[in-house]
C-alpha cells in the first residue's frame, strides 16, 4: 500500500522550495504527499516585494475534515513556521494524526550561518522544541542544531577535521535524548566539501560531498523530503542521506551550469529519476 504523508508547509509560487520542492520527491519516491499549506507566497520570502496570504486560521479546517474523513498518515513533516499561533496549529495536527507507527520528521527551520532568523523570539523556539520532542527525525542544520542545544556555533565552527565532526555528532546525540531517533544535522563545511552528520540506533554516519557555489532556496527541503520519503518506504537513515546528497549535488551542478539565481532554488526536475529508480 502506498505510504501518505501529510506535508505541512508553505507554498511559493516561484522559489522551488517547501511545498513544491516536497511534493515532487515525495511523488518520485512513490509517497502521497498531501498538503497542508500554511501560507500562500508569490515568491519565496528571499524575492524582494514578494505578496503573502497567511493560511493560519484555516489550518483547523484541514484538522476536522480530514479527522471527519478518518485519514490516517503513514508520515507527518513540518517545515518553516511563521509564528507561535502557526506553531500551536502544528502541534495540535500531530496530536490528532500521530499515531505509534506515525513516522514525524521536524525540520526546524529557525536560522543559517550562525544567525536566527528575524521573528524567531523565545516562544516560538519553545513551540519549535517542542515539536523536537515529538519527532522521529529531526533535520537541523548547524545553526539550528546550536540554537536547539545552547552550543556556540563560532566555537563549534573554529574546530577542524575530526574535532569537528566528534562535535556535531554530541550535538546529534544531545538531539537525541529530546525525543528523536533519527538526527540529520545538515550543511557541515570542511574545507572544499559539505557534510552531513547522520546518528541512528546504528551510530554515527558522514555523508558529504563537494561544496558546489553557495546557498540555494529549497535545498534543506529537498534534503527532508528525500530522507522522509526513503524512510518511510524502509531504507536505512545512512543510504537515504547519500540518495539525497546524490540527487541535490546533480541539481547543484545544473543550477551552477545555468547561473540560475539562488532564490530560485536548485535545477532537480531533470534529476527526478535518480529518485524513481531508488532500489528499496
Known sequence: MTKRVA????????????????????????VQACPVPTAVLSA????PGYRLQDLTDHMGDFLSHWQQLGMTFDGISTGF???V??????????E???????????????????SIYPGYGPELRQRVRLLVERAGVVTPNLTEACLLTGADYAGLTAL????????????????????????AVTGVRQADH????????????????????GSYSGTGDLFAAVLHGCLLRGMRAQKAAALAVCFLSAALGDTLA???????????????????????
Do not use: W
Not at 13 to 27: D, E, K, N
Not at 44 to 47: A, L, P, S, V
Open 96 to 114: 490528532a494524526f500521530s499515531g505509534a507507527d506515525t513516522m514525524i520528521l521536524v525540520d526546524p527551520v529557525m536560522g543559517d550561518d550562525g
Open 160 to 183: 577542524k577535521g575530526p574535532a569537528l565532526f566528534d562535535a556535531v555528532a554530541d550535538l546529534g546525540r544531545q538531539l537525541q535524548t529530546l525525543g528523536p531517533e533519527i538526527v
Open 44 to 47: 519565496q520570502t528571499g524575492f
Open 194 to 213: 559539505i557534510y552531513n552528520v547522520i546518528l541512528d540506533r546504528k551510530g554515527r554516519h558522514l555523508v558529504g560531498a563537494p561544496l558546489l557555489g
Open 258 to 280: 545555468a547561473g540560475t539565481d539562488r532564490n530560485q532554488g536548485v535545477c532537480f526536475e531533470t534529476h527526478m529519476g535518480l529518485l524513481t529508480d531508488a532500489k528499496f
Open 7 to 30: 506535508v505541512i508547509n508553505d507554498l511559493s509560487g516561484l522559489g522551488r522550495c517547501s511545498l513544491t520542492a516536497a511534493i515532487p520527491v515525495l511523488s518520485a519516491l512513490g
Open 85 to 94: 499561533a502557526q506553531a500551536e496549529g502544528v502541534l495540535r495536527f500531530l
Open 81 to 83: 513556521l511563521s509564528s
